[in-house]
């Protein structure tokens, strides 16, 4: 396995695969990887010839007083993790690589698609993504990029971003990567504390109770979300950024549970902002 850094290594790293008629996987994180990410990868290496791994913290896709700046960093563990999970390809610029001084174009997919769910919560937060993973599409020009469900908003405006835009490249969404006790994987669940992390069960044992009234006929979405609202108030450590039942494909709001739907929640635990989902087929 390589690791890059600049734009111009690794597009002629591009071009000696694409030369040799490979076909390219591409997995975009962050960093700070878990087994979340590296299903992605162990995924795109079943799929691909190549794989490459992005380690980016992109700055626009941060608000005001979110923490970039703290965000876990550590290329040299992820690097280890992502070379035993398959990956072929490490990127990993700084900032002014991918955003040089004067840059001032960014990619927008607008619309309630955007508006709703964390959008609502985080303006901005979309445009930030949407723009840096229409750069690194561009970069690694990949045949597929594969994306976890946990964020899936995300997948359904890159989505989008993809289809509007003509790219040629298929999203390949993939499931939720859980710890035993049923907490969503995530980078920032290292910034909970002991009692913190006992409380953030609340987020899968919600979706996982109203998953079963589904099941049992329940189809009213206002009585499912006054439920969710309900028992995660019964956590004290626990306040809701938003509870939103929705169209998996559209984000807009539905009544009934009926067809593809998407249950969503965002949570704030102590200073750590957690969102977790179900989607389901009714």
Same mark, same amino acid.
Do not use: W
């Given at each position: ?6 734009? +111009? ?38 799929? +691909? ?13 941060? #608000? ?15 690097? $280890?993790?992502?070379?035993?999970? #398959?990956?072929?390809?490490?990127? /990993? ?18 619309? +309630?698609?955007?508006? $709703? ?6 303006? #901005?937060?979309?445009? #930030? ?5 229409? &750069? ?8 597929? /990029? ?13 989505? &989008? ?24 994987m995530s980078s920032r669940n290292i910034y909970l504390n002991e009692e913190e992390r006992r409380a953030a069960t609340i987020l899968s044992d919600s979706l996982f109770k109203v998953q079963e009234m589904i099941r049992h006929g329940e189809k009213q979405a206002s009585r499912i979300s006054d439920f969710i609202i309900s028992n995660i108030k019964n956590e004290e450590l626990a306040e809701i950024d ?5 169209? /998996? ?18 949570? $704030? ?7 977790? +989902? ?5």
């Amino acid at each position: 396995m390589i690791i890059l850094n600049t734009i +111009n290594d690794i597009r002629l790293e591009i071009k000696e695969v694409l030369r040799d008629g490979k076909s390219i996987g591409f997995v975009p994180t962050m960093g700070y990887l878990h087994e979340g990410h590296l299903s992605l990868v162990k995924r795109a290496k079943q799929e +691909n010839d190549i794989v490459v791994v992005s380690i980016f913290v992109n700055p626009t896709q941060f #608000g005001p007083g979110e923490d970039f700046e703290s965000y876990p960093r550590d290329l040299e563990r992820d690097s $280890k993790l992502v070379k035993d999970a #398959g990956a072929d390809i490490v990127f /990993a610029p700084q900032v002014n690589e991918m955003y040089p001084e004067g840059c001032s174009t960014y990619v927008e997919v607008e619309g +309630n698609i955007t508006k $709703k769910l964390c959008g609502a919560s985080r303006p #901005g937060h979309f445009k #930030g993504v949407t723009t840096i993973v229409s &750069k690194l599409f561009n970069i690694v020009t990949p045949h597929r /990029a594969y994306f976890g469900q946990k964020d899936a908003q995300q997948v359904a405006v890159i989505e &989008k971003m993809v289809r509007d835009l003509c790219l040629d490249i298929e999203i390949v969404p993939c499931p939720i990567i859980r710890e035993d006790d049923g907490l969503a994987m995530s980078s920032r669940n290292i910034y909970l504390n002991e009692e913190e992390r006992r409380a953030a069960t609340i987020l899968s044992d919600s979706l996982f109770k109203v998953q079963e009234m589904i099941r049992h006929g329940e189809k009213q979405a206002s009585r499912i979300s006054d439920f969710i609202i309900s028992n995660i108030k019964n956590e004290e450590l626990a306040e809701i950024d938003y509870v939103e039942i929705v169209s /998996a494909k559209t984000l807009e709001e539905i009544e009934e549970i009926k067809g593809d739907v998407l249950i969503a929640l965002a949570v $704030k635990i102590g200073k750590a902002r957690l969102i977790d +989902n179900i989607r389901l087929e009714v």
